[in-house]
């Protein structure tokens, strides 16, 4: 093509990089909108196919990602969730305002029982979130012990009675989400105290161990970050606590406007791309922020960092309730997500686990239902799915050694060629992203340190970033085979169109 861009990009296969966790492809199911209720869940008597309420097309489109790990039931909601409202007939479960999301009632009938049947259903890792903001210690703790407790004590008679003898298994555990905000307003060295005490009882029972996580700091804070390590560690304090903590979240969104005006997903000028993808870029100068404080109280990087809320947030959808964040998903949105992705690979020595908010109907999903049983796949869902074989796959060197010059809007800059690699049981993934909306990027991946063979590729793109899929046009936005894809002297040559993303693998 010949407007194309030259590009050259070095990848060690043979020099190993950390772990990419696959948990760094993590979700986030919140009560908010028609992420639990209309989205995973629609009850029983639904006319829909479900398994005891669970909606199974969900499901089946969820397992083809191989989700490692559900975060849930906030969000904001978490610090307002009374769990022991969740359990039992729910003919008997009390109902609540969701005072965050729409003022909505919200009536329990999604609790405990139906988010572990949810986890088993996906084959995903429970991540769950417990109140700090309005609940208490001992809430927290029995509601670890009810899920977690074998042999017999009070909560496990309960939920015994409740149809579940066996404890589940329950990985990770989060010490309140947002407490800058949503949470409880309040301050780091307030909220560190009380992290310390609400840990200290949530216990690792049998070989269930508990990884705990404080809730960390928006975006550039690192003033959080610092209240946190320092309270972790205790430096000097002379009472280090042990193993109180095992990693700290941040949060972070592609927001491309303003808070109040968000801009559409849809429908957006050429500025509006770039401002996103230069947002989106941000993740990774944030990520070291964060880092650079963790090193210093944290030298050997055994407390991990999770991101455990990104993604794009823009306007609702006309005419949808503002308190329900419903938002279509255009190809822009994807290249966010790859562009994350390329990112967290770096980082994968210190960034542990990321969830993208949300997985269903609400913010950056996966899914789009409706009422009719209707379901579409977003374009950001493909990214998922064609990055799949990066999880617990070691993190190979990329280096961009020629690549376009930076775009550059407002004072800032955008790279228009993104890269990751890993190696996992003799086989090579590689994902690329061609940034650029309006010209095609020719790509020669020099790959060093190791023979390959069958190289195969698949790309995502269409005729412009607005680009969606909707119910009349599921598959505007869908993987095709990389046909562009050629040997080189140096390995192997791509031509990537504009405004696309995608992913080579290789027999190494
Ligand atoms: O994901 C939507 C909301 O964004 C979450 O509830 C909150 O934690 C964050 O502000």
């Known amino acids: ?80 969730y009374h769990w022991k409202d969740g359990i039992g ?18 009536n329990n009938h999604f609790g405990t029982h139906e988010f572990m049947a949810l986890c088993e259903l996906l084959g995903a890792d429970p991540y ?3 109140n700090v903001g309005s609940g208490t210690v001992q809430e927290m703790s029995e509601w670890v012990e009810y899920l977690t407790r074998d042999g017999d004590s009070p909560m496990v008679r309960q939920r015994k009675a409740n149809g579940r003898d066996e404890p589940w298994k329950v990985p990770f555990w989060g010490v309140g989400n947002e407490t800058w905000g949503c949470g409880g307003n309040m301050r780091a060295e307030a909220y560190a105290d009380l992290a310390r005490r609400y840990a200290t009882f949530c216990r690792s029972y049998g070989d269930n161990k508990l990884y705990r996580i404080a809730a960390g700091a928006s975006d550039y804070d690192l003033a959080w970050t610092e209240a946190l390590m320092k309270a972790i560690s205790c430096l000097g304090c002379g009472r280090e606590p042990k193993n109180i903590f095992q990693a700290i979240s941040f949060h972070y969104y592609t927001i491309a406007g303003s808070w109040d005006s968000k801009g559409s997903a849809t429908e957006f000028a050429l500025d509006d791309y770039y401002r996103t993808l230069i947002k989106a870029q941000d993740i990774d100068r944030i990520i070291r922020g964060h880092s650079a404080v963790m090193d210093a109280y944290d030298p050997e990087r055994k407390v991990g960092l999770v991101l455990d809320e990104w993604g794009t947030w ?27 992705f390329d990112v967290f690979h770096r980082h994968a020595d210190r960034l542990v686990m990321a969830n993208i908010a949300q997985t269903v109907n609400v913010l950056q999903a996966m899914l789009l239902t409706d009422d009719d049983g209707g379901l579409v796949l977003t374009p950001t869902y493909h990214v998922f799915e064609m990055n799949k074989g990066h999880h617990d796959a070691t993190a190979v060197p990329v280096h961009l050694v020629e690549q376009p010059e930076p775009y550059e809007l407002d004072g800032k800059t955008m790279d228009l060629l ?3 690699a890993s190696v996992k049981d003799g086989k090579a993934l590689i994902s690329v992203s061609n940034l650029d909306p309006s010209s095609p990027a020719d790509v020669v991946l020099d790959l060093r340190g190791a023979e390959f063979r069958n190289p195969a590729g698949r790309l995502l793109t269409a005729s412009k970033p607005q680009t969606h899929n909707t119910p009349t046009d599921p598959g505007a936005v869908a993987p095709v085979a990389l046909t562009d894809l050629a040997a080189d002297p140096r390995g192997l040559r791509v031509t990537l169109p504009p405004h696309s993303f995608a992913t080579v693998s290789l027999d190494v």
């Open 1 to 80: 093509m010949s407007n194309a861009s030259s590009s050259r990009v070095v990848i060690d296969l043979d020099v190993s990089g950390p772990t990419i966790s696959r948990h760094l492809y993590g979700h986030f199911a919140e009560h908010l909108g028609r992420c639990i209720y209309g989205g995973f869940y629609v009850g029983e008597d639904s006319g829909l196919p479900n398994e005891g309420g669970i909606r199974l097309d969900v499901v089946e489109a969820l397992k083809a990602l191989d989700i490692p790990n559900l975060r849930w039931p906030g969000g904001c909601f978490a610090d307002e």
């Open 89 to 106: 007939p729910k003919a008997d479960r009390p109902s609540m305002i969701n005072t965050h999301w729409g003022n909505v009632e919200e």
């Open 128 to 130: 769950v979130n417990g």
């Open 314 to 340: 823009w306007d609702v959808e006309p005419g949808t309730n503002p308190g329900f964040l419903f938002q279509q998903n255009a190809l822009r949105d994807a290249l966010v997500a790859s562009v994350h």
């Open 418 to 420: 993104s890269a990751s």
